[in-house]
């Protein structure tokens, strides 16, 4: 049976990298993968971008709205060099916390009924450390948890996600704030992440 993966951690623990690096791992061996992220992502329009330089344009977005096992098959149907969900080897999604829950319940049902490895890649927690949605309903839904790690300036394992607005910490504002120029993330450990909060 196929499962649905969720991989998860602090920003800069080199998620969508791993996503790409699976993506060339399938297509190495002549595997036909889908790559996904949801359009309110706007950081790269419809490429994924890793903070290493490698990037590589998606093979659909998922507005709030769709239907992500839909989408899946219309797009295994349209693009895939043999068509059809059958010969689809996985769907890859960057930035899975953006999903909503149904979109998550979704992706089970492709795993478990048609048979596609879901790999979803995400954050679990927004700058406030409250869970996101796509991301709490991975946690409850995903055959497979993974955490990818990274560090935080002081060496410690970094847990939680700092926004920085004009290079200041900030502990307020709207869930869904996409970096780029004015705001930035930082990955902290929770000591350095409390010191910060005061």
């Known amino acids: 049976m196929a499962k649905l993966y969720f991989r998860?951690?602090?920003m800069n623990s080199g998620k969508s990298t791993a996503l790409l690096q699976v993506a060339h791992n399938y297509e190495e061996r002549s595997q036909q993968v889908l790559i996904a992220k949801p359009a309110i992502d706007t950081k790269g329009d419809s490429t994924i971008v890793s903070r290493l330089g490698v990037d590589r344009r998606v093979d659909f977005l998922v507005t709030p709205e769709a239907n992500l096992r839909e989408l899946a098959h219309e797009?295994?149907?349209?693009?895939?060099?043999?068509?059809?969900i059958k010969n689809l080897s996985c769907l890859l999604i960057d930035e899975a916390q953006f999903l909503t829950r149904e979109q998550v319940d979704q992706a089970f049902e492709l795993a478990v009924l048609d048979g596609v490895p879901v790999l979803a890649y995400g954050i679990r927690t927004d700058f406030l450390t409250v869970g996101f949605p796509g991301s709490l309903r991975l946690m409850e839904l995903a055959h497979s948890l993974e955490e990818l790690k990274t560090i935080c300036r002081c060496g410690r394992k970094a847990m939680f996600n700092g926004r920085k607005f004009?290079?200041?910490f900030i502990f307020h504002g709207d869930q869904v704030a996409i970096d780029g120029v004015e705001v930035t993330y930082e990955s902290l450990c929770g000591v350095c992440y409390l010191n910060e909060r005061g």
């Open 8 to 10: 998860y951690g602090a």
């Open 75 to 84: 797009r295994a149907n349209d693009s895939l060099i043999i068509p059809g």
């Open 166 to 168: 004009d290079g200041e």
